[in-house]
C-alpha cells in the first residue's frame, strides 16, 4: 500500500483525498500558491511543499514542481484531484518516469479520450453511440460555419480539449456563429491549451445521464450505477442526484454495456466517467442515448454515487494505484436509496451567476458528516476568514444528502441549504434551494434546459420586510441584546421616552432609512411592529408580529446581514459622512462587476455604440464575461488595455455627455 501521498491540487478535492489517506494510515503532502499559504488542505495535511505564485499557470500546472516536491519529501504516489493537471497525459509520463505512482489511468486512456473528436471516433469503433456532428481539427471559421449548416441548428461549439463548460456555446442561429465560436476557441486557449473546438447537434430537449466506471490492473472493468446532471447553467452543473429519474432497468443496463465498453476500449484503470447525452423528450429508451465524453478522472459530484454504492471512491482509487484488484464484480453492486448533491458558489445569480470573491466572514454548515457517508454531508475546503479569490474556482461547498427515497433526499436538500449561513460574498444558496423545491424537479422531469426556463422564478429577490430591515438595523447601530448584561439591560431607558434610532442602510440598489424604537433589554420596534431578542447560544429568539422562530444577524464593518428562514437578507451600512465616489459619474461609465482580466476590446473612444453593444471580454476563473453597453451613445473613453488585470468596480469605459444627461 501507498505510505505517503501528494495531492496534486487545493481546494475541496485536495481535503477530500486527504481526509481518506489520513484514514488509511498515509502520510499526506500538500502543495500551495502565494494565494492558498493559508488554505484548509495545507492545513490538514501533514507537510506542505510551496509551488509558485497565485496564478495557476505558475503554481498548480507547473507539473515539474509538483513532482519535485513528490520525490523531495518522499511521497511515493501523486493523486491530481480534479481540474488543473489532472486529465493530462504528459504529467503522467513526467510522474511515472520519476519512479513515482499516479493515481489515474494510464496516459494511453487520457490520451485516446483527452481531445473529444478523436474520442468520438475511438467510440464508434467500438460501437457505442455517438452524437452526429463535425469531429475534425479544422479551425477556419467558413469552413465550420458550412459544417454547421450541414448538421441544421441549433449546434453545439465545444472545444475539444474542454470541460466545466469551459469552451462551450449553444447556438442557434447562423448569424450568430462566429462570434460564438470565436468565443470558445478562446476559451479553449485560454483554459486548455488547444483552441480546436467540435461542433454537434443540439438535442433540443436533452438530459446529461453518466455512468461512473471503474477499472483496474487485472482486467476488470465495473460500472457503479448512473447520474443524473442534467440541472446545469452555461453548462455547468449544479445539482446532481443518483440515480436519475425515471430509470428503466433496460436502459440503466444498456447505458452501463456501452460505458463498460467504453472503457475497456481504452484499457482503462481506475475511476472514470462516461458521459452521454439523453434524448428527454420522452421516456428513456435503449436507442435514445450518444455518448457525449470520457472524464478520466474523479468528478466533482462523485459523493452521490458514493452514497448509494456505500463505497469511498478515492479509496478504491488509492487501493487499484497500488496494482490491487477491485474487491467486487458488477454482480455484488447494487443501488442504495437516493442521493443528491448541491454545489454552493460565490456567485451572484440575478446578476448572470457571475463569480464573486470576499473574504468569508461568517461561514456556518448544517451538522452532518465531511467527506465521509452520511444523512448530510458537507464537502469543503474553506474556513471562515477565508477569501474567496480571483484567482480559482469559487466553489464554497458541495451539499449532499442520502435518503430512502427521492422526495426525502430532496427534502433533506432543502434543509440543508436553508442551514447554511455563509456573509462575506456573494452565494448562490437561495437559487440552489429555490431549484430544489422547483414543481419540476420535485417531480423529476428534468432536462438541460429547465433553469433557463424557469430563471425570473428561481433567481427572484422579495424586498425585504419591515421586520427584516429592523433586524438589520438592528445589527448595524450595535444593538444586539447581550445575554446577562445588566448595563444593556437599561439601553432603551429615557427619562423623557423612548429611544429612537434612524438607520440608514442600502439593499441592493435602494436606500432605506430604518426607524427603530428601543424599550429595553431586547425589546423593539420598527414601522409599527414590536419584537423582542434574546440570545439562544448560535443567534437570537425572535419573538414578534405572532411569530417564534431563530434567526442570526452578523455585522461587519460594512455590511450587516440577516438569516432567517433559509434565506441572507444583505445590506450595505450607510455613512451619512461619507461622499459619494460613485465611480460610473451617474451612468456614464462601465465598470468591472469583478476582479479579472481584460482579454479583448472591441471598442475605442469615439466609437459609438447601441445598448447592447459588446465593449470588452473579461476573464475571470477561467470563464469569459461579456461586458456590453447600459445605453447608447459615444465612447469618450477606454481605461483599459488587453491583457490588463483589473480590480472589482474599476471604471474600464466612460461615455461622452449628452444633453439628455
Not at 460501437?127 to 481539427?137: E, F, I, L, R
Not at 440552489?432 to 434546459?449: E, H, I, K, M, W
Amino acid at each position: 500500500m501507498i505510505q505517503k501521498l501528494l495531492i496534486a491540487n487545493r481546494g475541496e478535492i485536495a481535503c477530500r483525498v486527504i481526509t481518506t489517506a489520513k484514514r488509511l494510515g498515509m502520510r499526506t503532502v500538500a502543495v500551495y500558491s502565494d494565494a492558498d499559504a493559508g488554505a484548509k488542505h495545507v492545513h490538514l495535511a501533514d507537510e506542505a511543499v510551496h509551488i509558485g505564485p497565485s496564478d495557476v499557470t505558475q503554481s498548480y500546472l507547473q507539473a515539474q514542481r509538483i513532482i519535485d516536491a513528490a520525490v523531495a519529501t518522499g511521497a511515493q504516489a501523486i493523486h491530481p484531484g480534479y481540474g488543473f493537471l489532472s486529465e493530462n497525459p504528459d504529467f503522467v509520463e513526467a510522474i511515472e518516469k520519476s519512479g513515482l505512482i499516479f493515481v489515474g489511468p494510464s496516459a494511453e486512456s487520457i490520451r485516446a479520450m483527452g481531445l473529444k473528436d478523436a474520442a468520438k471516433a475511438l467510440m464508434e469503433g467500438a460501437g457505442v453511440p455517438v452524437v452526429p456532428g463535425y469531429h475534425g481539427a479544422e479551425t477556419d471559421a467558413d469552413r465550420l460555419a458550412q459544417e454547421a449548416d450541414k448538421i441544421g441548428y441549433p449546434v453545439l461549439i465545444k472545444a475539444r480539449a474542454g470541460g466545466g463548460g469551459k469552451g462551450m456555446r449553444l447556438v442557434e442561429q447562423p448569424d450568430d456563429f462566429r462570434a460564438a465560436l470565436a468565443a470558445a476557441q478562446r476559451e479553449g486557449q485560454s483554459s486548455f491549451g488547444d483552441p480546436i473546438c467540435l461542433i454537434e447537434k443540439y438535442i433540443t430537449q436533452p438530459r446529461h445521464i453518466e455512468i461512473q466506471v471503474f477499472g483496474d490492473s487485472h482486467g476488470n472493468v465495473v460500472h457503479m450505477f448512473e447520474r443524473d446532471c442534467s440541472l446545469q447553467r452555461r453548462h455547468q452543473k449544479v445539482i446532481e442526484e443518483a440515480p436519475a429519474p425515471d430509470m428503466p432497468a433496460t436502459v440503466r443496463a444498456a447505458m452501463g454495456k456501452a460505458a463498460v465498453d467504453a472503457a475497456k476500449a481504452v484499457g482503462y484503470r481506475n475511476a472514470g466517467t462516461v458521459e452521454f447525452i439523453v434524448d428527454g423528450s420522452g421516456p428513456l429508451r435503449e436507442d435514445g442515448f450518444w455518448f457525449m465524453e470520457m472524464n478520466t478522472r474523479l468528478q466533482v459530484e462523485h459523493p452521490v454515487s458514493e452514497a448509494i454504492t456505500g463505497l469511498d471512491f478515492v479509496e478504491l482509487q488509492l487501493r487499484v494505484a497500488a496494482g490491487e484488484a477491485l474487491p467486487f464484480g458488477q454482480s455484488d453492486l447494487a443501488i442504495n436509496g437516493w442521493a443528491m448533491e448541491a454545489r454552493v458558489y460565490a456567485e451572484d445569480a440575478p446578476r448572470g451567476f457571475l463569480p464573486s470573491t470576499g473574504t468569508l466572514d461568517h461561514l456556518v454548515f448544517p451538522s452532518g458528516s465531511a467527506f465521509d457517508l452520511g444523512a448530510v454531508r458537507i464537502d469543503s475546503g474553506v474556513r471562515a476568514g477565508d477569501e474567496i479569490s480571483p484567482y480559482y474556482d469559487p466553489m464554497i461547498a458541495k451539499v449532499i444528502t442520502h435518503a430512502p427515497t427521492r422526495d426525502a433526499a430532496r427534502t433533506m436538500l432543502v434543509t440543508a441549504l436553508e442551514e447554511c449561513q455563509i456573509a462575506g460574498t456573494m452565494t448562490n444558496l437561495e437559487f440552489l434551494a429555490a431549484l430544489a423545491q422547483n414543481p419540476r424537479f420535485a417531480s423529476g422531469d428534468v432536462d438541460t434546459g429547465l433553469i433557463a426556463q424557469d430563471l425570473d422564478a428561481l433567481i427572484a429577490q422579495p424586498a425585504p420586510s419591515a421586520l427584516t430591515l429592523g433586524l438589520a438595523a438592528i445589527g448595524a447601530a450595535g444593538l444586539l441584546p447581550a445575554a446577562n448584561d445588566a448595563w444593556d439591560a437599561l439601553s432603551g431607558w429615557r427619562s423623557w421616552g423612548t429611544a429612537a434610532h434612524l438607520i440608514p442602510l442600502k439593499h441592493g440598489d435602494e436606500d432605506h432609512l430604518v426607524r427603530l424604537s428601543i424599550y429595553g433589554h431586547g425589546d423593539f420596534s420598527v414601522d409599527g411592529t414590536r419584537f423582542t431578542l434574546s440570545p439562544n447560544g448560535h443567534g437570537w429568539r425572535l419573538n414578534g408580529a405572532g411569530q417564534l422562530r431563530d434567526v442570526n444577524i452578523v455585522a461587519t464593518q460594512h455590511d450587516v446581514h440577516v438569516f432567517d428562514q433559509g434565506r441572507c437578507h444583505s445590506f450595505s451600512i450607510i455613512d451619512p459622512l461619507a461622499q459619494d465616489s460613485s465611480a460610473d459619474a451617474g451612468g456614464l461609465g462601465v465598470t468591472a462587476p469583478m476582479p479579472g482580466l481584460v482579454s479583448q476590446i472591441t471598442v475605442k473612444a469615439g466609437d459609438t455604440v447601441e445598448a447592447g453593444d459588446d465593449l470588452m471580454i473579461l476573464e475571470a476563473m477561467k470563464m469569459e464575461h461579456r461586458l456590453t453597453a447600459q445605453r447608447s451613445g459615444i465612447i469618450e473613453d477606454v481605461l483599459c488595455a488587453e491583457g490588463d488585470q483589473v480590480s472589482d468596480g474599476a471604471v474600464l469605459v466612460t461615455f461622452a455627455e449628452t444633453e439628455d444627461d
